[in-house]
């Protein structure tokens, strides 16, 4: 009875850290698909931003072709006015919550821009969302989240209590004239 009890208890112990094992990989993957996001910004690679942005955003944009140009003349229009994107950061991403087929993240991010006369950080949120149970994610940018009814338009239905984060003011470092 003994070795019994050992050996479930051994059982129960490999398939906690098989659990275990199997989140903390599912975290890395969402991380490194979400820095891969902001470094595809960052780079001008703006068929990969397509690739990782959640497809109904794509759709709404017009498809991956016309989001790669709209993105390109904005980035464009950024740098034409001084401001650049230096540095764009994610986190580590919360706790998972499922509805459905889909499961949802919230991962913190940093975006920095720099202008001639001031440096912005952003500090927002992806929104993770993979429709297979974690196996592939695509993501939205919180800041276009803010506002209920787009939120509503965009989204699959969430699960109830899953909560967004609040959208926080930029932080704006005036450079000394």
């Known amino acids: ?3 019994l009890l050992g050996l479930m208890l051994v059982a129960t112990g490999l398939v906690a850290v098989g659990a275990r094992g199997d989140e903390a990989a599912e975290t890395a993957l ?30 709404m944009a017009g498809g991956k072709e016309k989001m790669v140009e709209r993105v390109s003349q904005q980035m464009e229009q950024m740098k034409a006015q001084g401001v650049t994107l230096t540095r764009v950061d994610v986190g580590e991403p919360g706790k998972r919550a499922s509805k459905g087929k889909h499961t949802f993240v919230v991962v913190p991010s940093t975006t920095e821009l720099a202008t001639p006369d001031a440096k912005i950080a952003v500090k927002s949120y992806l929104l993770g969302i993979s429709p297979d149970g974690g196996k592939t994610w695509t993501f939205i940018d919180g800041n276009g989240l803010a506002n209920k009814q787009g ?27």
């Open 1 to 3: 009875m003994k070795k």
């Open 30 to 59: 969402i991380k490194k698909k979400a820095q891969s996001l902001g470094d595809s910004i960052k780079k001008g690679d703006y068929a990969t931003l397509a690739d990782l942005t959640y497809p109904k955003v794509v759709q």
């Open 151 to 177: 939120r509503d338009l965009i989204l699959p239905e969430m699960p109830e209590g899953f909560q967004l984060p609040e959208p926080q003011k930029p932080e704006i470092t005036r450079k000394a004239q």
